[in-house]
């Protein structure tokens, strides 16, 4: 049955249904919200959510719960996330399936997700939803996608993610199998000779085998190829004859979506491709989107970090322009008026047209 809900309460909810029973964070506009509904819920399911005293609280519980075999996840902005980093990367290595929320105040916060802040050599599947719908199909599947591949899965979301409501349905997923976690620890094994260890460096308990560090960062970046091939996901639209396709990713990409499927009812040979997973970048959607194309465009709200990708994707085969921009509200958290369809029109069509980029609208400055 469908019910009216804010998005951060969707979100929760999914995570609940996904049977996730503990959270630990730190509010932060916008990732708030999110906090508070996991703080009311789940005392009601069994599970726990602490208010932590900063963010590096908040991961270090998280990693403790992650260490019984708990479904457990944590979040925050991207600024909030800094502070976790690295953690993360320990997390990581120490193959604990982490789930993270980044309830970003824009697009800035890419680079931070897809190359992480973090040492070593690490990847965390990145999961970017363009409306709620995705966003509650996408937080089950992290947990899955975590639990299988023993890797952290953050899931991108941002302010319209959050606070947007509709009437939806959170119903858990069915998405298989995963392995037992017997590599837990649950305390029954103290004394017995078979205790274990979790750790980011591939050590065992002292009489047992250990791989090594070496081996144990081979087999990570083995692990981290497999995923790669495994894990791509993406929506791709009206490539075939493009001459212009348009690259954007999480809400904008839903607006870019529905102005290209407008542009195309109009005659306009313009397409778009919508990474889905941001890591695993889907590279080769993009390559071959781009093939017979004049112009790809890149939709992102932020300065370019995303474009990156789309450049090591196309590889030359046509030139790739920056459409987006930095666009926010007053307050620096919200959503600017970039993201209305009518000017991501105006850019699209300029882009396809070879005409001169429209200037980046300002927002409605607050009076001092």
């Given at each position: 049955?469908?019910k009216?809900?804010?998005?951060?309460e969707?979100?929760?909810?999914?995570?609940i249904?996904?049977?996730?029973?503990?959270?630990a964070?730190?509010?932060?506009?916008?990732?708030?919200?999110?906090?508070e509904?996991f703080a009311r819920r789940?005392?009601?399911?069994?599970g726990?959510?602490?208010n932590?005293?900063?963010?590096?609280?908040?991961?270090g519980?998280?990693?403790?719960?992650?260490?019984?075999?708990?479904?457990a996840?944590?979040?925050?902005?991207?600024?909030?996330?800094?502070?976790?980093q690295?953690?993360?990367?320990?997390?990581?290595l120490?193959?604990?399936?982490l789930?993270?929320?980044?309830?970003?105040r824009g697009?800035?916060d890419?680079?931070?997700?897809?190359?992480?802040g973090?040492?070593?050599d690490?990847?965390h599947?990145?999961?970017?939803?363009?409306?709620?719908?995705?966003?509650?199909?996408?937080?089950?599947l992290a947990?899955?996608?975590?639990?299988t591949?023993?890797?952290?899965?953050l899931?991108?979301?941002?302010y319209l993610t959050?606070h947007?409501?509709?009437a939806?349905?959170?119903?858990?997923?069915?998405?298989?199998?995963?392995?037992?976690?017997?590599?837990?620890?649950?305390?029954?094994?103290?004394?017995?000779?078979r205790s274990?260890i979790?750790?980011?460096?591939?050590f065992?308990k002292t009489?047992?085998?250990?791989?090594?560090?070496?081996?144990?960062l081979?087999?990570?970046?083995?692990?981290?190829?497999?995923?790669?091939?495994a894990e791509?996901r993406v929506?791709?639209?009206?490539v075939?004859?493009?001459q212009?396709v348009?690259v954007?990713?999480g809400t904008?990409g839903?607006?870019?979506r529905?102005?290209?499927?407008?542009?195309?009812?109009d005659g306009?040979?313009?397409?778009?491709?919508?990474?889905?997973?941001?890591?695993p970048?889907?590279?080769?959607a993009?390559a071959?989107?781009?093939?017979?194309a004049?112009?790809?465009?890149?939709?992102e709200?932020?300065a370019?970090?995303?474009?990156?990708?789309v450049?090591?994707s196309?590889?030359?085969r046509?030139?790739v322009?920056?459409?987006?921009?930095?666009?926010?509200?007053?307050?620096?958290f919200?959503?600017?008026p970039?993201?209305d369809?009518?000017?991501?029109?105006?850019?699209?069509?300029?882009?396809?047209?070879?005409?001169?980029?429209?200037p980046?609208?300002?927002?409605?400055?607050l009076?001092?």
């Amino acid at each position: 049955m469908k019910k009216l809900m804010e998005g951060s309460e969707a979100m929760a909810e999914a995570a609940i249904a996904a049977g996730c029973r503990f959270f630990a964070g730190y509010p932060m506009t916008p990732f708030t919200e999110l906090l508070e509904h996991f703080a009311r819920r789940m005392p009601e399911v069994g599970g726990v959510c602490i208010n932590a005293e900063s963010e590096l609280e908040a991961v270090g519980m998280a990693w403790g719960a992650l260490a019984t075999g708990a479904r457990a996840a944590t979040g925050s902005t991207g600024q909030g996330l800094s502070l976790m980093q690295e953690s993360f990367s320990e997390i990581t290595l120490a193959e604990l399936p982490l789930v993270i929320f980044n309830m970003a105040r824009g697009q800035q916060d890419y680079y931070q997700s897809t190359r992480g802040g973090g040492h070593g050599d690490y990847r965390h599947i990145v999961l970017a939803p363009a409306d709620l719908a995705e966003a509650i199909e996408l937080t089950q599947l992290a947990f899955h996608l975590a639990d299988t591949w023993r890797n952290p899965v953050l899931v991108y979301g941002d302010y319209l993610t959050a606070h947007i409501q509709e009437a939806v349905e959170v119903d858990p997923l069915e998405l298989g199998p995963v392995a037992d976690k017997d590599w837990a620890l649950d305390g029954s094994l103290g004394g017995t000779g078979r205790s274990r260890i979790i750790s980011p460096l591939g050590f065992a308990k002292t009489g047992r085998r250990s791989p090594g560090i070496e081996q144990h960062l081979r087999t990570m970046t083995d692990k981290s190829r497999q995923i790669e091939a495994a894990e791509v996901r993406v929506e791709v639209g009206h490539v075939d004859d493009a001459q212009t396709v348009i690259v954007a990713f999480g809400t904008p990409g839903k607006f870019v979506r529905y102005v290209v499927n407008q542009l195309r009812a109009d005659g306009e040979r313009i397409g778009f491709v919508r990474p889905i997973t941001l890591w695993p970048y889907p590279t080769d959607a993009v390559a071959a989107a781009a093939e017979g194309a004049r112009t790809v465009g890149v939709f992102e709200l932020c300065a370019g970090q995303m474009i990156d990708d789309v450049r090591l994707s196309v590889l030359g085969r046509a030139p790739v322009v920056g459409i987006g921009g930095i666009s926010t509200d007053g307050s620096g958290f919200g959503v600017g008026p970039l993201l209305d369809a009518e000017i991501i029109r105006d850019r699209i069509l300029a882009l396809h047209r070879g005409e001169t980029m429209p200037p980046l609208p300002d927002n409605e400055r607050l009076e001092v």
